[in-house]
């Protein structure tokens, strides 16, 4: 019987987007540079901004930079859409967000844009390989399995412990009901960005849902990791931090759900951003998308909350 495999032993699978249009990104001006997405709420001091770059005929300036808005998933069909999609490449086509190759280890079985390749390949010994998306929304690939090396047996079975049991490189896969939740993400023009495991919140009032599932964070139980709150500022607006008094000395709003503190079981960080004139904060797992929002569109880094998870 083997035993469980530390955090070493763990392989992170998934990718640096996970959402499809951002709308924390800018919108083109009349006269071609972005502004921010929180400018209804504030923007920063217009005498400090550089000056537009002189940009090429075919070319648009999006704050510093010169880009083409019919194919920069960065700026795709306005200035600072991005373009995000769990578990694979991010493209933009004709001024809209597509989908490029799946991540390794990733299938897309159900053909929407909005949850990515949404579907984990799992190689099993004995497990059928077939090379489509099965009725029952499973996949098993033939040439990934073969990529990855000889299907192992996984003695003993996975818990949802933040551990590779089996140690076949991937933390607690398989069917683990309520192991990890996810996280969707929404944008409001008058309360900003929202992170909620509520789908229907994420979709109420004036906010618009940019991306299901954007994350996973682990349910209660799970030792060694910390609860990650929502709390409301005075202004309405929410954030996310692991702090009790919401930095702010006041009770959160409710418990997310649980995030780690460092690197382990396939997590990616996530970074937080906020937009200080408009007091609104922002967090991404993807390093463009958190680079294009502090060059381009008046956000300051604030570092990293936490790590999560791409999948459940």
Not at 79 to 108: K, Y
Not at 230 to 241: A, D
Not at 252 to 270: A, H, K, N, Q, Y
Request: negative net charge; contains cysteine; charged residues 20%.
């Amino acid at each position: 019987m083997l035993g469980a495999c530390g955090d070493d032993g763990s392989s992170a699978s998934g990718s640096d987007s996970a959402a499809t249009a951002s709308s924390a990104s800018a919108t083109a001006g009349s006269d071609g540079t972005a502004s921010s997405a929180d400018a209804t709420e504030g923007s920063a001091d217009e005498t400090a901004a550089p000056p537009p770059p002189d940009c090429e005929a075919d070319q648009i300036a999006c704050g510093s930079v010169c880009t083409d808005l019919d194919t920069d998933p960065s700026n795709c069909g306005q200035c600072g859409r991005s373009c995000v999609i769990p578990q694979a490449a991010a493209t933009c086509a004709a001024g809209e967000c597509s989908m490029g190759e799946c991540d390794p280890g990733w299938s897309d079985c159900d053909g929407d844009l909005v949850t990515g390749c949404e579907t984990p390949i799992d190689c099993q010994e004995g497990a059928p390989c077939q090379t489509t998306c099965g009725s029952d929304g499973t996949v098993d690939c033939t040439d990934v399995c073969a990529s990855a090396g000889e299907p192992v047996c996984l003695t003993p079975v996975e818990i949802c412990n933040v551990m590779d049991d089996d140690c076949d490189g991937v933390c607690d896969q398989g069917p683990l009901p309520g192991c990890r939740v996810g996280v969707h993400r929404s944008y409001s023009p008058t309360l900003a960005h929202y992170y909620t495991t509520d789908l229907a919140a994420a979709q109420s009032g004036d906010f618009s849902l940019e991306s299901e599932n954007f994350f996973h964070l682990y349910a209660p139980g799970v030792e060694g990791l910390q609860p990650l709150f929502s709390c409301v500022k005075p202004n309405g607006k929410r954030f996310m931090t692991t702090a009790t008094d919401c930095e702010i000395v006041v009770a959160p709003e409710l418990t997310v759900g649980f995030i780690s503190m460092d690197e382990r079981c396939g997590s990616t960080p996530l970074y937080r951003l906020r937009n200080v004139p408009a007091d609104a904060h922002f967090y991404t797992t993807s390093a463009g998308e958190r680079d294009n929002a502090v060059n381009n569109l008046g956000f300051a880094d604030e570092g990293i909350a936490g790590h999560v998870w791409p999948g459940p």
